[in-house]
């Protein structure tokens, strides 16, 4: 009986020793070495659209530096997944993420490393790199990512049904109207919605607010300088006017749906961004379409296209010093690499002297030669306020003033936690 | 000697229970008194996110939605799967092979289930409706924001249904036939005979049926996500929902902690409330 209960009391134990190091082994087991005396090193990126592209990349990279292994992880809502990882303190050692308010806040953390003076950034644009900083904001001294492709946010349009009903690409607001209009009267969709997905609501509202809002919004906000009720009138009655040319189930309809019928022909307008193509001639190869920036003022020179940093490369804060970490960001923005990434991904780059020569994209080109360029205002807004839900909310209720009254109160409710 | 050998064999059990399950619980209560951002330094705030909590609509809406959607659902559940439970207990053919079929929904995964009924409601019945001409229902239900939350009922339950039904049958299945046959010498009809002999002896599955449930019901997350996201607007936000939202996506974690935590009490209460008052009306045969 005695041996019994040792027994079991060993087995006891055993069983809590072994879950002991198993979760010693999540935490403290050394991932950097990997089979064979080989360094692995994950690459986390949060576009699901880029997999093909990156593992390309990654398998020219491995074959160059064969003491080298990156393992891939493109997880789905990759926002939530690191934020939850870094819960745990289980950062990937290379990140390959987008440059909005999550970067700004992480970077604040200090859980990235600093890149300012390396070589690294010598051929990268600098508004790119401003635009970086803006996010990360002025208490936090450094460059924290590497900015790498980046995106429009536009006007999509067929040519072919635009040529049918003999309009041209519209250059102030009240031209862009009067197309939607002739669109209309044709018996047409002049766009296609796909609001049941919260953040396609956002195309149009970040064109439209980042021409009509006042410089450094944000900033005036948060000092209580100004409010969304101030300043954002213009903005809710612009999204309004739009959302009267829609279809007739404009929050019935979701973004994968949505590049479906834009593909198909279902309107001849479709708001989003140049990541949206790729995923359109998917599903129509032969569709000609064009782009253009979204002509929210009535003076042409004052229309600046939306761009921001859709993909940045930045490394976790210990790998500072990390000969191959260093050697994957170099590799990548090598001007052959870069070239591969934007045009396989209908991308801009943010590397000098690497241009999107695609002939679809005529419409905008002028912007990124000659700097017209604005970033995405949303970007900059609290991550805790979840304005794509409110804007949704906005446009099903149609109430310009209740809806401003609860954006300024949701933001500084998410600034006072 | 014996009674102590039962004992340790508890230990592995409860180690796994407290490492996993009552220590983070237990991390989230104290992180609920702090300022945590889910990473980085943190200060002691005391009670300041319990009293942001009670003054946030955004929960309070939250709250309204997932009640709402948790009540409707229990009845709901409660009243198929006892009717399809009955059926299935009564003397049919295929009777296996019919129990097998409607306990499928339940293996499902409910994300994927969500994705299946969400092509139903965006394609296949606006489609149908257009084609039969009836106008209500030729936009999708999901994206308006009075009826999105009937969708997720209609998914929520059908998918329930299959594991209830299983309680409902094991229940079902011990009681007497020999009960059956002597209200039927008095002269019971079949309405009788189930108001005052089957539901008062399946009392105790009802119980656990309602509670199991409910609980359930009120922690709603998968459906949602495949479904709506929460939308539109917040109309579909349950409190799960908002506290991974917020807390893993909005960083505020230490706030989301204490909105879990209000919850969490919320919870046990009316779990204790249900149980009370269901286990007053079973009966012992």
């Known amino acids: ?417 | 000697m014996k009674s102590r050998a039962y004992l340790l064999m508890t230990i592995p059990a409860i180690a796994l229970f407290f490492i996993f399950h009552t220590y983070p619980a237990l991390q989230g209560i104290f992180y609920s008194f702090t300022n945590w951002r889910g990473y980085g330094d943190f200060d002691y705030v005391g009670f300041k996110n319990y009293i942001n909590v009670l003054r946030d609509d955004r929960a309070l809406s939250a709250y309204l939605f997932t009640f709402k959607f948790a009540i409707v659902s229990t009845i709901l559940v409660n009243v198929f799967s006892l009717t399809v439970a009955i059926g299935l207990n009564s003397k049919i053919k295929f009777r296996k092979t019919l129990r097998a079929i409607y306990f499928l929904p339940n293996i499902l995964s409910i994300v994927i289930v969500g994705f299946i009924f969400n092509f139903i409601f965006t394609h296949f019945i606006p489609n149908f409706a257009e084609d039969l001409g009836i106008n209500a229902l030729t936009q999708n239900i999901l994206g308006n924001p009075d009826l999105a939350w009937v969708g997720v009922v209609i998914v929520a339950v059908w998918q329930a249904v299959a594991f209830n039904t299983i309680l409902y049958l094991a229940g079902l299945i011990t009681i007497s036939d020999d009960l059956y046959e002597a209200a039927s010498i008095d002269g019971a009809g079949i309405w009788h005979k189930f108001w005052r002999i089957t539901f008062p002896l399946i009392a105790p599955f009802f119980t656990i049926n309602m509670v199991l449930a409910m609980k359930n019901f009120l922690m709603v997350f998968d459906h949602i996500v495949a479904l709506t996201g929460g939308g539109p607007g917040q109309s579909t936000e349950s409190i799960s929902l908002l506290i991974y939202r917020g807390g893993f996506q909005g960083g505020e974690f230490a706030y989301q902690s204490a909105n879990a935590v209000v919850y969490f009490i919320v919870i046990v209460a009316i779990s204790v409330f249900q149980i009370r008052v269901l286990q007053r009306r079973e009966v012992e045969m």
């Open chain 1, 1 to 417: 009986m005695k041996l019994k209960v040792k027994r079991f009391f060993t087995g006891a134990l055993t069983s809590i020793l072994s879950i002991g190091l198993l979760v010693g082994c999540a935490d403290g087991g050394d991932k950097n070495e990997g089979a064979g005396g080989k360094t692995e090193l994950e690459l986390f990126s949060n576009k699901s659209e880029s997999i093909d592209t990156l593992k390309k990349l990654i398998s020219k990279f491995e074959e160059q530096n064969p003491d080298v292994k990156i393992k891939l992880n493109a997880p789905p809502e990759a926002e939530t997944v690191l934020k939850t990882r870094l819960t745990k303190n289980d950062l990937p050692e290379l990140l390959a993420i987008g440059g909005n308010a999550t970067y700004g806040e992480l970077a604040r953390a200090g859980v990235f490393a600093n890149f300012e003076g390396t070589e690294m950034l010598n051929n990268i644009q600098p508004a790119y790199v401003e635009m970086l900083n803006r996010l990360v904001g002025p208490e936090k001294e450094g460059v924290f990512g590497v900015p790498y492709a980046t995106n429009a946010n536009a006007v999509i349009y067929n040519k072919d049904m635009f040529e049918e009903l003999g309009v041209t690409v519209p250059t102030t607001w009240d031209e862009f109207i009067s197309v939607l209009d002739k669109i209309q009267a044709s018996g047409q969709t002049p766009i296609y919605f796909t609001l049941k997905d919260a953040w396609t609501a956002l195309i149009p509202w970040n064109s439209v607010a980042a021409n009509v809002q006042p410089e450094n919004f944000a900033q005036k906000k948060n000092n209580a300088e100004t409010t969304f009720k101030e300043s954002y009138p213009e903005v809710a009655d612009k999204m309004l006017q739009l959302l009267n040319y829609g279809h007739k189930d404009n929050f019935g309809v979701g973004y994968g749906d949505g590049n479906t019928a834009f593909a198909k022909g279902g309107s001849a307008i479709y708001l989003q961004g140049n990541w949206a193509i790729p995923e359109i001639k998917k599903a129509n190869p032969d569709i000609n379409l064009g782009v253009f920036p979204m002509p929210v003022t009535n003076t042409p020179d004052n229309n600046n296209l939306v761009s921001g940093v859709d993909v940045l490369l930045t490394m976790r804060e210990d790998m500072q010093d990390n000969e191959q970490a260093r050697k994957f960001i170099e590799f990548m923005i090598n001007e052959e690499n870069a070239t591969q990434y934007t045009s396989e991904q209908k991308a801009f780059s943010a590397v000098q002297g690497v241009f999107q020569e695609e002939p679809e994209f005529e419409g905008i080109r002028k912007n990124f030669e000659e700097g017209r360029l604005t970033s995405f205002p949303d970007h900059y807004y609290p991550a805790g306020m979840g304005a794509e839900n409110l804007i949704q909310d906005f446009l099903l209720k149609k109430d310009a003033g209740k809806f401003l009254d609860k954006m300024d109160q949701e933001w500084n409710k998410a600034i006072n936690r």
